[in-house]
């Protein structure tokens, strides 16, 4: 593995663990040339995915930038970090498994709304607002209400 800082060829592994619920194996490396230390993931890719925009387009999936969009979602919230991840690896999960090579960025968009539903709902909200486009107040309302209803349902079902 090159190193980020001089890029070097030759780095070595000075550490490796399960990760993400062993999903992962986490490295720690070294590199001998300049000392520099960092981390990678490994992660089994099951197959290559391609996303499709609204517009047609293809491109391909990329986990990091799905990570991105949550990290951003739950900026400033006390979510774990740990928990973000094995949320967007759930959903890397579902989207692989689905036996598709192609998916909307939709369907996309929809997993991630679940997956933020169950982390932290000012995250989901947040998410909600740009992931369908909100363009008035009552559109926030309308997403608060559909929360609460779920709230209420989930308060029957278990009383």
Known sequence: MRCPYCQSEDTQVKDSRPAEDGAAIRRRRVCPDCGGRFTTF??????DLVVVKKSGRKVPFDRDKLLRSVEIAVRKRNVDPERIDRAVTGIVRQLESSGE???ASGEVGRLVMEALKSLDDVAYVRFASVYRNFREAKDFHELLGELKGDE?????DAG
């Open 42 to 47: 490994e992660r089994v890719q099951l197959r």
């Open 101 to 103: 090579t192609e998916v």
């Open 152 to 156: 209420d349902k989930s308060e029957e």
